[in-house]
Structure formats: C-alpha cells, structure tokens
C-alpha cells in the first residue's frame, strides 16, 4: 500500500524538549506542524536526562502557559558546593545573579509538554521513524518515514539529536567543529534515602566526582574516568567507594539500588550553519554539549524558541537563525568548557603529575567564585542561565 501523505507547515523530526518546545509554541501560534517521534511514547516519557532547568528557561515556558507542573513541582535551587583539599567552597550563584534553577527532572518536562500537545489535538506521531529528508531546495520539502506518512511541508526542523537524520542532511554544506575531552563521565542514577539537597562538585586527585538533585528519591551522580572505560570496570562497589572517596566532606545520603549506569563519552560539537534550504536544526542536533554546567537541555529550549519566532515572522527571521542562535551556542560551549578545566585534572597532564599543585590551583579560582564581585557574578549568571550575561571581566582563563 503506497504511504500516507500528510502536508503541513511545518516537519519537526524528533520529541525530544526541542521538538516539544517548538510544536508547543507552533501550534499555539496557529502554525499547522506534526512531530515525529521513532521510539514510542512511554519510552519518550521515561528517559531521565538533565534535572536543571535555567531560569530562562522557566520564564520562556511559562511566558507559553506551559510552566504550571514545572512551577508547582520543581524545586527552585540556587547554590553549588565544590569540594577540593579539605574545605568546602559554596557558590550562591542565586545570591549572585538573582537567578535560580528549578529542579526538575527532563521526562517529566517532556510529558508535560505532549500532554499540552495531546490538549491542543495535536499528539506527536510515536514510533514513526523519519528515514530521509528530500527536496529541501525545492518548492516544498519531504521527510519520508519507515512505516509512517510520508510528511510534504514548508520547513523540516530536525530536532532529532546528534546521531539524528537531519544533521547528515545538512551536512555537505555544513562544519562540525569537535571536542574530545581527554576523560569520560560514568553517569549514575541511584535510590538515596533523602533528597540531595543541592549540586556538589568534587574535585579529587583520583578525578572529579558530582552529585546532583533529581527527585525525592533519586540522585544523580558522575564519575570521572579514564576515555574508553567501560562499564565492566565499574561493579557497583566501586562507583560507591570512589564517590565516598571523591565526595568526601558532602553530606552523602545512604546510596541504595544503581537504577541506571551508563557510559557517557565527554565530547561537544557544533555545527554550523545551522540550516540550509528547508532544513532548519535545532538542539543536539546542532550541537551537543557535555552535562558540565547542566546546559544542554536548556540551549535546545532556546533553539526552539528562537524558531519558533522566526517561523511565526517569515523569511527573513529565518535567514537570520544561524546567525542569532550561534553566539548564545559558543558562550554556553564556553562555559561548559570552562567548567570542565576546573573540575578535572585530565590523565597523562601536567597537572596529573603534580595534583596537589593543580589543586591548589583550582581552590584559588574556587575562592574568588565565593566572594561577590565581577569575576564571580559573571559566573554565576552564565551558571544559572538568567538570560543577563554580563559582560566577563577581562582576563586569563577563568571561570
Ligand atoms: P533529544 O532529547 O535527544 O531528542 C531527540 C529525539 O529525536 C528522536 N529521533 C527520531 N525521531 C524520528 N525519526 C528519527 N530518525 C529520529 N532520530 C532521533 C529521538 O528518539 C529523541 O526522542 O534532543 P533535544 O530535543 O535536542 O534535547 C536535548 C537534550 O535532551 C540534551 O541536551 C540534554 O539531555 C543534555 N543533558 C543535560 N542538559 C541540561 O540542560 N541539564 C542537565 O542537567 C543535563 N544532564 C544531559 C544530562 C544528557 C545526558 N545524556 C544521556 C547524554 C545528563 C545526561 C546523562
């Protein structure tokens, strides 16, 4: 049987919080738009990723109407402790900046938003995997889908990650720049017997170790590792001593069952453009960043945002994407970069050669982040998201 065609304004390739974001806005705007999803709905709404949400953010979703769960549920959290030599530094980066992060897991920000989808009858299509995207320089473009619709429309946005369709679609014309960080993150998810009361960064000799709020019960926690490891090295014993080692001078919670253990390889990239003819990208598609600074999530939201405006105003808004969104996508990678060269001392550096020197280092950075001043309230907006970044104090590389 030959597929279905849909025709509509706009394709968005994937329900991930960019893809939601930007058919949410779409739709209340009065745009006609369809979401393809590949994996099914109680997949979509079970994937825990990031837990921070930046008060950007917030006020963008909640500018929509689509903030009441994230308002009611989401702890506002505004500090971050960094452990290194002994003492413990806190950074009250709400203090700093006015701004804080709400607390609030992504799969939860994601059924909110299909559920605002599923109210304005406009669910997204799940299990409809978008197999190529054709004729973006021609009158109307196409997604055509592995036993789906095949979806003719004005614009496809990819919002479908870095290893989606869209970005090989656009790339002949495009430039990956990439990042391999020296050193991969062991990220855990585990049952705590209390809520962790806040972000805690530990740097340590043996590598950076995190500890980040998820919900009531859950955690979140990173270990740095060598590139390359894998999981085998880490038996749950393991990750539990070296987090008590690395995490020493927190106040830990009794760590239960490890829900969730997985491997995630440290690398960032962006592309740019970020569109070509038809084909516009958004969020991880564009550009991946690492979970350092909690940014990814909320760089995708703005992408969206921003797209979402330009295909409300027309042609010129959207000839303009690549241009606004890509500074905001190198500060953020900036930030996130910078974070990673304070929290780690990679393997086979100079640094790992004299540890307590490069410790001692970085406690020096630590403490001009905890008294108020320019060098500390530009991080402390950059870290929060407020949306006012101001201009950074001139200098060497610094946080
Ligand atoms: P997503 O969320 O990856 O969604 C892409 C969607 O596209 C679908 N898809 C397709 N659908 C149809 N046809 C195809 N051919 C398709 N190919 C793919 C996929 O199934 C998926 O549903 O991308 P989006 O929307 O750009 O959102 C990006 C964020 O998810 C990502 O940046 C964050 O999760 C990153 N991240 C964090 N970001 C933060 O802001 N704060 C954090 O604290 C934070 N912690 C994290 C994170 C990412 C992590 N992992 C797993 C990489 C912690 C972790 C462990």
């Not at 995708?300 to 000839?319: K, N």
């Amino acid at each position: 049987m030959p597929a279905r065609t849909l025709r509509t304004q706009v394709g968005i390739i994937g329900a991930g919080p960019a893809g939601l974001v930007l058919a949410n806005l779409l739709t209340a705007a009065g745009i006609d738009c369809v979401v393809l999803e590949r994996h099914s709905r109680a997949r979509v709404e079970r994937r825990a990723r990031a837990g921070l949400v930046e008060q950007r953010t917030v006020r963008l979703l909640d500018a929509h109407g689509l903030a009441d769960r994230l308002l009611a549920d989401g702890i506002p959290h505004g500090w971050c402790d960094f452990l290194c030599l002994g003492r413990v530094i806190r950074l009250d980066y709400g203090a700093l900046s006015g701004a804080r992060h709400r607390v609030y897991p992504q799969q939860l920000l994601v059924r909110d938003l299909i559920a605002s989808l599923d109210a304005a009858g406009r669910p997204p299509l799940f299990e409809c995997a978008a197999v190529a995207v054709e004729d973006i320089h021609g009158p109307r473009a196409t997604i055509r889908c592995e036993d789906g619709p095949t979806v003719v429309c004005d614009h496809v946005v990819g919002c479908d990650g870095p290893k989606g369709l869209a970005r090989g679609a656009l790339s002949p014309a495009a430039t990956a720049h990439r990042r391999r960080y020296p050193y991969d993150w062991l990220a855990v998810l585990a049952e705590v017997d209390r809520p962790v009361p806040g972000v805690v960064y530990g740097l340590h000799q043996n590598g950076f170790a995190g500890m980040m709020p998820r919900s009531p019960r859950i955690a979140r926690f990173y270990l740095q590792c060598p590139p390359g490891d894998t999981l085998s090295a880490w038996p749950a014993p393991r990750v539990l001593s070296e987090l008590r080692r690395r995490l020493n001078g927190a106040h830990l919670p009794r760590i239960g069952a490890l829900t969730e253990t997985r491997m995630l390889r440290m690398r960032a990239d962006v592309t740019e453009p970020m569109a070509r003819g038809r084909l516009l990208l958004a969020g991880d598609a564009a550009h991946v960043l690492t979970p350092s600074g909690a940014k990814g999530m909320n760089l995708a939201v703005a992408d969206a945002a921003d797209l979402a405006e330009a295909l409300i105003s027309g042609p010129a808004a959207l000839d303009g994407y690549t241009a606004r969104r890509l500074p905001d996508v190198w500060r953020t990678q900036e930030f996130s970069d910078r974070l990673l060269g304070l929290l780690h001392l990679p393997a086979g550096s100079e640094a790992a050669a004299d540890p307590r020197f490069a410790l001692r280092l970085r406690l020096a950075t630590l403490e001009r982040l905890a008294v108020p001043g320019p060098f500390s309230v530009a991080f402390a907006h950059s870290y929060a998201g407020s949306g006012e970044e101001p201009v950074s104090p001139a200098g060497p590389r610094q946080p």
